[in-house]
């Protein structure tokens, strides 16, 4: 069975970098490509931070579904098709784009559908990493669930701190099977990291690690490098991998 993982936090704070950052760990460190990346942020960009172009997405063949199956071909193989032609193959990697999720008129038969083959496409990988848009929908939504670990990333504030705990709570109520949970400090100065764990634990939960503000990464952004042309001077780089080793490897890998 693969290793399913999970990003959540608030607008902004890192989710798509830190999970490109894990990307490029799975890859580089663990040496266990090929990775499934799943984008499952409606408004995409994984795939700027892994350095590829986006053909087609999840969306686009599931609307597609409602109309133009071939005849002699059941929706089933047909979807199964559609969903490895989606596919966007990297060095080490391979992403899926998700697209719009459901919209109003939701054609909950197409959705089944997609889920099933997305279930199956996973088993062909060692681990997968899944992206998500801003906030707690996904997890209501319950696209987010049956995870390995989920990352928690959030900035500095208290409002931040903030939403990381909503979402804990929020996992619990739902009671989603997700085995192991983190939270992440990005974008923090190290002069701030003591309050801000103090912080965590007056609202009842402990930072598993910080990610610091890092001018390196800030200039790649602008430049639009891909996460895996980054120097490993990187301090987002290696405060990421330092929490990596902590969370994943000794859980999964020999
Ligand atoms: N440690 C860091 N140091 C400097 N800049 C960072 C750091 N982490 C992320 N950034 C920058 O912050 C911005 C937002 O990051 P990112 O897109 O990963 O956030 P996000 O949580 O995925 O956002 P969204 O909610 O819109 O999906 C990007 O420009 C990214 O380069
Ligand atoms: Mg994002």
Known sequence: MPIIIGFAGKGGVGKTTIAGILIRYLIEELKVAPVLAVDADPNSNLNEILGVNIHTTIGEARELLKKDVPTGMTKDVWFEYKVHEAIIEGKGFDLLVMGRPEGPGCYCAANALAKRSIESLKTNYPFVVADNEAG?????????????????????????????????????????????????????????????????????????????????LEKADTEGVSIFSISRESSAISDSYSIFAKTINAVHVK
């Open 136 to 216: 707690m929908e996904h997890l209501s939504r319950l696209v987010t669930q049956d995870l390995d670990h989920l990352y928690v990333i959030s900035d500095p504030s208290p409002r931040g701190l903030l939403t990381g705990k909503r979402i804990l709570e929020l996992v619990k109520e739902l009671r989603l099977n997700i085995k192991n949970w983190h939270i992440i400090v990005n974008m923090a100065r190290e002069s701030e990291e003591e309050k801000v764990r103090d912080l965590a634990v007056n609202r009842g939960f402990e930072v598993t690690g910080f990610v610091r503000e890092d001018k390196i």
